[in-house]
């Protein structure tokens, strides 16, 4: 299955939230879309609530099927509430580690400089966006693509003490992923027990 790449609103008013940030159409328009979309809404099977909330993780994160099936085997596997396992890897991914350190505005353009060898882990450049980030490691801007417009603008006025589990510092572009966030630090909106209750069925 590949990424979705289509019109993010629909995405976000289909789950009526700005799942992948400010989103003009959703202001205006918070029901899903569709001709049915303002009519009452038939009441949603468990099943189905559990589905779409994998899938409003997966478009949240931007992540395939089968590495989010990975990764929730990987959690299941770990020490600790699987739910919260599964949502802290997804927070360690570097594209989000760059996301959530202002080097981008969204984790879809945190995937392009990624791919496209601007960020560094320990200095060496990393292209994976999935390449999971480790406490201690420090993510930064590759020296050559520090002047990057779009990421000069990114970081201009961002606030860095928003995320208590990354430490960035100014001069050298960089952040160092301290911990792996507590449940109640990450500001997405998942119901992640709801994805594990998926799962634990199949």
Known sequence: MARYTGPKSKIARKFGEAIFGADKVLSKKNYPPGQHGQNKRRKTSEYGMQLAEKQKAKYTYGVLERQFRNLFDKASRTKGITGVVLLQLLEARLDNVVYRLGIAPTR??????????????????????????????????????????????????????????????EASKS?????????????????????????SKQ
């Open 108 to 169: 879809s353009a945190a995937r392009q400089l990624v791919s496209h060898r601007h960020i560094v882990v320990d200095g060496k450049v990393v292209n994976i966006p999935s390449f999971s980030v480790k406490p201690g490691q420090i993510v930064g801007v590759r020296e050559k693509s520090k002047s990057l417009e779009n990421i000069t603008d990114s970081l201009a006025g961002f606030n860095h003490s928003k995320y208590p589990w990354i430490e960035w510092d």
């Open 175 to 199: 952040g160092k992923l301290l911990h792996l966030p507590e449940r109640e630090d990450i500001p997405e909106n998942i119901k992640e027990q709801l994805i594990v209750e998926l799962y």
